[in-house]
């Protein structure tokens, strides 16, 4: 009786560990699923920006980088790539694809991309970085959706590097963030500034 029940026993957890496997290798085929549909929106919106086919809106700060020798000195950039869909062209709202924003500071420039699918929902957020003119590298890379983290990717050798500091850009703050951005976007068009 006891052989059979241990024999009973270790079918039910093999059953179980096969059931659970399957379920892990679904899961993680509708995540690459996933993240193969969001790095097509991605693309598809960069190709955009590239052939100049959104509309621009640029917000600078110390446009002109004078006195950049100094420490506390910065110069901030806020682009908004977008397009009018024919629903919204009556009341002058715009359907945000892109946000890049870029700050400089002390040789140092990093650059913030979110990215937003035709529901305005973000489902792409990077982060890349250069010092001193070198080319930009990537430090981040995280995927959304319906604006809950799916995936994560993080080049700690490229943030060690470059001595970064990422802990204000906490990836759980970075949906409310979007959010922000899109009622200062949407700001824009109503003649009300939110900033």
Request: charged share 25%; with cysteine.
């Amino acid at each position: 009786m006891r052989g059979t029940m241990s024999k009973f026993f270790l079918s039910v957890v093999c059953f179980l560990s096969i059931v659970n496997g399957s379920a892990e290798a679904q899961i993680q085929s509708d995540t690459i699923k996933i993240l193969k549909e969001i790095d097509q929106i991605c693309s598809i919106v960069k190709d955009n920006i590239e052939r100049k086919e959104f509309l621009l809106n640029e917000f600078k700060v110390n446009s002109n980088y004078l006195n950049r020798h100094l420490p506390d000195v910065f110069q901030y950039i806020e682009k908004y790539y977008f397009t009018f869909t024919t629903q919204n062209q009556s009341d002058a709202s715009g359907l945000l694809r892109s946000v890049i924003l870029t700050k400089e500071k002390e040789g140092l420039v990093m650059y913030r991309e979110f990215i937003f699918n035709i529901n305005s929902e973000l489902v792409f957020y990077s982060e890349k970085a250069r010092r001193d003119g070198s080319i930009p590298r990537t430090l981040r890379k995280i995927y959304f959706q319906d604006e809950v983290l799916i995936h994560n990717i993080n080049d700690a050798s490229v943030i060690a590097q470059l001595q970064i500091d990422l802990s204000n850009h906490l990836p759980s703050a970075i949906p409310h963030e979007a959010q922000k951005i899109q009622k200062r976007f949407q700001a824009q068009f109503s003649g009300k500034r939110e900033y």
